[in-house]
C-alpha cells in the first residue's frame, strides 16, 4: 500500500512558474513507476508526465519543454517543475504510483492516486 499526498499548488499569472510535489508513504517507493496527471472542470484526466523506477521520464506533447518531472527516492518524493504557465493549466493535479512497466501514459495501470492539489493560472 502507498499513500501520496500532493502539494505546492496555487494560484499563479501566466507567463509563471510552480513546482509540485508529491510525498509517498511506504518503504517500496522505488520498486513503483510514478506519474503526474490532471483534470480540469468538466473534462476527463489527462496524463501529462511519468517517471519510470529507472528514472526515464516521458511527456505528453501538450506540456513537453514546459514541466519537468523529477524523483528523488531519498525523499520518497517526485516533483513537476512546471514553467510558462497557460490559463489552460488550471486544473487539479494528481500523482499516481504503479508497477507500469512499458505503459507510461497510460493512466488505468497506476494503482495509487494522491488527493490533489489545484493550481490556477489567471491571464
Known amino acids: 500500500q502507498v499513500q501520496l499526498v500532493e502539494s505546492g499548488g496555487g494560484l499563479v499569472q501566466a507567463g509563471g512558474s510552480l513546482r509540485l510535489s508529491c510525498v509517498a508513504s511506504g518503504r517500496t517507493f522505488n520498486s513503483y513507476d510514478m506519474a503526474w496527471l490532471r483534470q480540469a472542470p468538466g473534462k476527463g484526466r489527462e496524463f501529462l508526465a511519468a517517471i519510470s523506477r529507472g528514472g526515464d521520464s516521458y511527456y505528453a506533447d501538450s506540456v513537453k519543454g514546459r514541466f519537468t518531472i523529477s524523483r528523488d527516492s531519498a525523499k520518497n518524493t517526485i516533483f513537476l517543475q512546471m514553467n510558462i504557465l497557460k490559463p489552460e493549466d488550471s486544473a487539479d493535479y494528481y500523482c499516481?504510483?504503479?508497477?507500469?512497466?512499458?505503459?507510461?501514459?497510460?493512466?488505468?495501470?497506476?494503482?495509487?492516486w494522491g488527493q490533489g492539489t489545484q493550481v490556477t493560472v489567471s491571464s
Open positions: 499516481a504510483a504503479g508497477e507500469v512497466g512499458a505503459g507510461l501514459s497510460h493512466l488505468l495501470n497506476y494503482r495509487f
